[in-house]
């Protein structure tokens, strides 16, 4: 697909609110949108399970660290996955260029798209069940409670990201966070990987700065 001209300044609010699909099949394309309600829903659902059996199955004090332990688990796993699959670098103009638009790089084009600020979850409960099964053989019976943590950070990573593009926070740390977020993606995307956990940024050194290299052009490439 070759890439479409950039937006003259006044349609840009506009192109950035706009939903192109991403999928040829229209069904399957439709599994791409979601609506925040769905992992609100279904991952509150999930803690209020593996919590109280994850507690009782690993002692309430061990539970509570497990549960902490996988809350940063998520953190660590948010930060990595937005920094290394979410903005690798694929050659202009090939099917990995597509796939990276796709998965990502459509998000920085239409940051403004409502029903795909939240991971669909066509993509976020298959992922969950094979961590749960990974957990489990890994951690015995104490994976409920990691789940539950790892399952807490994802749900408040996911909530967190709908509300500073969709909303204007009104607390300090709020603005904060939408600040710190839309500066990754209108000032520099090669920093400021961390939504819901900044200080990883600081850890790796990806706190901010001048910028590495080119903006990445608008459209698939």
């Given at each position: 697909m070759s890439e479409p001209s950039r937006p003259e300044p006044g349609d840009r609010a506009a192109f950035r609110r706009s939903s192109p699909p991403l999928l040829r099949s229209c069904l399957l394309d439709r599994l791409t949108r979601q609506h925040p309600a769905g992992p609100l829903v279904v991952f509150t659902l999930l803690i209020a399970l593996l919590l109280p059996y994850g507690l009782t199955a690993s002692g309430t004090g061990a539970g509570a660290l497990l549960v902490l332990a996988g809350h940063s688990a998520w953190t660590l796993t948010e930060y990595w996955v937005h920094r290394l699959l979410f903005h690798w670098e694929a050659s202009p103009g090939t099917r990995m260029a597509?796939?990276?638009?796709?998965?990502?790089?459509?998000?920085?084009?239409?940051?403004?798209?409502?029903?795909?600020?939240?991971?669909?979850?066509?993509?976020?409960?298959?992922v969950t069940l094979v961590l749960c099964c990974v957990c489990r053989f890994l951690l015995g019976a104490n994976w409920m409670a990691f789940m539950a943590g790892f399952a807490l950070g994802y749900l408040l990573y996911d909530m967190l990201h709908y509300h500073v593009h969709h909303h204007r926070p009104r607390s300090r740390a709020g603005r904060a966070l939408r600040r710190w977020h839309l500066l990754h993606h209108f000032a520099d995307d090669s920093q400021r990987f961390g939504i819901s956990a900044p200080w990883w940024d600081l850890v790796f050194g990806t706190a901010g700065g001048r910028r590495t290299g080119p903006r990445r052009p608008i459209g698939p490439r």
């Open positions: 597509r796939v990276h638009w796709t998965i990502h790089g459509h998000h920085h084009d239409h940051p403004d798209d409502r029903r795909r600020l939240v991971m669909p979850l066509a993509v976020s409960v298959p």
